[in-house]
């Protein structure tokens, strides 16, 4: 069965330090992977997805950045948080281009200090 | 651009009652696929349906239905009979066939009381 796993779930982190957030996806290859930030009273917030390896589209080019160093993993990554940051990040993936149904993570919750 | 908007940021209703979720889009796309999520208080989204821009047939899943009027770039859900576990927020989402981008509108958070 297809699965996601997200971590870490919780993370307290000062401003200005890195931030790195790791998604898998287990049994299915070549998936679409997105990153979405859920902040209050913002919604979710399209931030990268990725339709391959080297293929990456950003939507808020802020301080932080994606990666996709294998076909199932994506990773979110800063270099040096903002107070801003916080909020709850959502990994998900999906096949099948705009007819995507996403499959979401359990969600990492951060909080910049 | 594509847009969705949620205007309803919060709404609580009485246990049994029937509740109507407002979700309005916009795109410039002809082809297009809109989305119902469900956030359960443990966080993690949940799929509710799928539609196609080329089909505007209203659906019923048990207590849930749902309905898509193009003329207005509306794509509504209803609850009836709610019961407590409903108690969620709800997300509309649009994508478009052209691209890979889904994008979510603020959600609704729904309480249902008892």
């Known amino acids: 069965s297809q699965t996601i796993h997200q971590w870490p779930a919780t993370l307290v982190q000062p401003v200005g330090s890195p931030l790195s957030l790791e998604c898998t996806v287990e049994g299915t290859s070549n998936p679409n992977l997105y990153w979405y930030r859920q902040a209050a009273g913002r919604g979710l917030q399209l931030l990268f997805y990725?339709?391959?390896?080297?293929?990456i589209s950003s939507e808020v080019p802020q301080n932080l950045s994606a990666s996709r160093p294998q076909d199932r993993q994506f990773i979110l990554s800063s270099k040096k948080l903002l107070l801003s940051d916080s909020g709850f990040y959502l990994c998900?993936?999906?096949?099948?281009?705009?007819?995507?149904?996403?499959?979401f993570g359990a969600g990492s919750r951060l909080t910049v200090l | 651009a594509q847009k969705v908007t949620q205007a309803q940021t919060e709404i609580s209703v009485v246990e049994k009652e029937d509740v109507t979720l407002d979700c309005v889009y916009e795109t410039r796309d002809t082809t297009y696929y809109l989305f119902w999520y469900k956030q359960p208080p443990s966080g993690e989204l949940v799929f509710l349906i799928r539609?196609?821009?080329?089909?505007?047939q209203n659906e019923i899943s048990g207590r849930y239905s749902w309905n898509f009027q193009k003329s207005t770039s509306s794509f509504n859900f209803t609850i009836t009979a709610s019961q407590v576990v409903d108690s969620a927020v709800y997300f509309c989402?649009?994508?478009?066939?052209?691209?890979?981008?889904?994008?979510f509108g603020k959600g609704t958070r729904l309480h249902i009381l008892p």
């Open positions: 539609r196609n821009s080329f089909d505007e």
């Open positions: 998900a993936f999906g096949k099948g281009g705009g007819a995507n149904v996403l499959t």
């Open positions: 990725s339709i391959g390896i080297d293929q």
């Open positions: 989402a649009l994508s478009a066939v052209r691209d890979d981008k889904i994008i």
